[in-house]
C-alpha cells in the first residue's frame, strides 16, 4: 500500500471513530442536541430579531464556524492567486454570437438584481451572501461566456478582485470585534448593541444584515478571481 492510500485509510478510520464517539455520547446524557436545536429555534427571533432561523443560527448562534466557512474561500483565493502570479490573462475566447450578447446585456440588470435582493433580504427569507455571492460570481461568468474572454480582460482586473477579497475578509473581522470592543463576545449581535430593529421589516436582524453584504462581496469577489485566474497563462 503506497503511503498516501495509508494516510487516507488512517483518515478515515479517525474521523469515523469521532463521529461514532460522539453520537454514542449524545446517546448517554440523554440527547442534548434536540434540545440546543429547539432552544435555538424558538429563541431565535427574539435573540437577533431576524425571522430567518437557518440565518441566524449561521451569522449569530454559531457565527465562528460560518467565519470558518469564510476563511475556506479566503484560502482557496490566496492559494490560487500564488500558483498563477505572474501570469497574464489569455483573452482569445471570441464568446457568442450577436443574439446572445443583446439578450445577455439587456437582462443583465435583472440578474445583478437577483443576487442584491437575495443578500439583503437574507434575515428575512432563504438565502443570504452566501447564495448572492455565488449568483454574482456566476453573472461575471456568464458576461465572460457570452462577450468573450477579450474585452472581460480589459473590463475585470483580478487583482482588484483579490484586494476586495482581501478586504471583506478584513471589514468581517471587523464588525466581530465590535462585539468585543463592547465586552461582549466576538460577533456578537444583539448583546453588542445592534438594533434588532421590527422582526419581520428589511432594517432588522441586527448585525446579521451587515455581515450578509459582508459575505456576499467576499464570496463573489473571490470566486470570480479564482474563474479569472484561470484563464490566465505564464507569460514568456
Given at each position: 500500500m503506497k503511503m498516501g492510500h495509508a494516510a487516507a485509510a488512517i483518515i478515515a478510520l479517525a474521523s469515523s471513530a469521532a463521529v461514532l464517539t460522539l453520537t454514542l455520547v449524545f446517546a448517554v446524557t440523554g440527547g442534548e442536541a434536540p434540545q440546543l436545536a429547539g432552544a435555538m429555534t424558538s429563541g431565535s427571533v427574539a435573540a437577533s430579531g431576524s425571522v430567518n432561523v437557518v440565518t441566524t443560527i449561521l451569522l449569530d448562534f454559531r457565527s465562528l464556524d460560518t467565519l470558518g466557512e469564510a476563511s475556506v474561500i479566503f484560502a482557496s483565493v490566496a492559494c490560487v492567486g500564488v500558483l498563477f502570479r505572474g501570469s497574464r490573462r489569455i483573452g482569445t475566447e471570441p464568446g457568442l454570437g450577436v443574439l446572445v450578447r443583446r439578450s445577455v446585456g439587456y437582462l443583465s440588470a435583472l440578474?445583478?438584481?437577483?443576487?442584491?435582493?437575495?443578500?439583503?433580504?437574507?434575515?428575512?427569507?432563504?438565502?443570504?451572501?452566501?447564495?448572492?455571492?455565488?449568483?454574482?460570481?456566476?453573472?461575471?461568468?456568464?458576461?465572460?461566456?457570452?462577450?468573450?474572454?477579450?474585452?472581460?480582460?480589459?473590463?475585470?482586473?483580478?487583482?482588484?478582485?483579490?484586494?476586495?477579497?482581501?478586504?471583506?475578509?478584513?471589514?468581517?473581522?471587523?464588525?466581530?470585534?465590535?462585539?468585543?470592543?463592547?465586552?461582549?463576545?466576538?460577533?456578537?449581535?444583539?448583546?453588542?448593541?445592534?438594533?434588532?430593529?421590527?422582526?419581520?421589516?428589511?432594517?432588522?436582524?441586527?448585525?446579521?444584515?451587515?455581515?450578509?453584504?459582508?459575505?456576499?462581496?467576499?464570496?463573489a469577489s473571490g470566486l470570480g478571481s479564482i474563474f479569472f485566474d484561470f484563464q490566465s497563462e505564464r507569460g514568456e
Open positions: 440578474f445583478l438584481l437577483f443576487p442584491l435582493y437575495i443578500v439583503a433580504h437574507g434575515h428575512l427569507s432563504p438565502g443570504g451572501g452566501f447564495q448572492g455571492g455565488v449568483s454574482l460570481a456566476v453573472l461575471l461568468i456568464l458576461l465572460t461566456v457570452a462577450y468573450g474572454s477579450r474585452p472581460m480582460a480589459t473590463a475585470v482586473d483580478p487583482s482588484r478582485l483579490h484586494m476586495t477579497e482581501s478586504l471583506s475578509a478584513l471589514g468581517f473581522l471587523m464588525a466581530g470585534f465590535v462585539g468585543v470592543l463592547q465586552g461582549t463576545s466576538f460577533l456578537a449581535n444583539a448583546a453588542a448593541g445592534f438594533p434588532r430593529g421590527v422582526p419581520g421589516s428589511l432594517l432588522s436582524g441586527g448585525l446579521i444584515p451587515v455581515l450578509n453584504a459582508i459575505i456576499g462581496v467576499k464570496v
